[in-house]
């Protein structure tokens, strides 16, 4: 089993739709959790943290849930430039002051107009 | 203000040859990991490093594969004798120390260095 699945789509939505990611991660000692995004290839950036209070920035909302090991990403009124690879990432124990990342394959989102 | 830096952009190389991926990290970070992309695939950890120091080398095959980060020059990950299963993208991202206005998780990677393996 994956440390980190996520489904890799594609996911097409029409510009304006919302649109949500899910990710589960299999080590329940897992530290810190956060969605990146990569452009077609190019380089991966951070997105956002997520935290079990949830964390909203613009158009984006993360949620963790811990008891259940999954993680969300809430995109809200689409853009066509969100049109990208959103990667769920986990640090395993004992690594949050370290860069050692475990990444998801990623869940692809083509915006459409 | 530069990012990470690096270079090839992009590599071919023949079965058995050498490559060498380099690496320059921002500006006033020091450490650096070395990320590989297989296509298809998530990116997978290889190695942390800090100057003239390997911190953290579990993600990094056993054999034909090394990475240093010198006191002077950039970070260099070397494959040696390579193979078609080597053909994969390479990130390399940087940090500053921890404590130093650093975000946890949050990694400045470079575009990569694209590697072909003929």
């Known amino acids: 089993r994956k440390e980190v699945e996520q489904d890799p789509g594609p996911f097409n939505v029409p510009e304006g739709a919302t649109v949500a990611f899910n990710c589960t991660y299999s080590n329940s000692a897992s530290q810190s959790f956060f969605w990146y995004r990569q452009d077609c290839r190019k380089e991966p950036k951070l997105l956002m943290s997520v935290y079990s209070s949830g964390n909203e920035d613009g158009r984006f909302t993360a949620q963790l849930n811990r008891a259940s090991q999954y993680i969300s990403l809430l995109i809200r009124d689409s853009k066509l430039s969100d049109s990208a690879t959103y990667l769920c990432v986990v640090t395993p124990s004992g690594s949050s002051n370290t860069g050692k990342l475990i990444f998801g394959q990623g869940t692809t989102l083509q915006v459409k107009p | ?118």
């Open chain 2, 1 to 118: 203000n530069a990012g990470v830096m690096q270079n090839p952009r992009h590599l071919v190389r023949r079965r058995g040859q050498e490559a060498r991926l380099r690496c320059s990290p921002m500006k006033g970070h020091s450490h650096v990991y070395w990320y590989r992309q297989l296509p298809e695939e998530g990116l997978k950890f290889m190695v942390y490093l800090q100057k003239e120091n390997i911190i953290d080398e579990s993600g990094m095959p056993k054999e034909r594969f090394s990475a240093e980060f010198p006191k002077e020059g950039p970070s260099i990950l070397r494959i040696q004798q390579v193979v078609r299963g080597d053909s994969a993208a390479y990130f390399c991202a940087s940090s500053p120390p921890p404590g130093r206005g650093r975000v946890t998780g949050e990694l400045f990677f470079g575009e990569g260095s694209r590697l072909t393996v003929l």
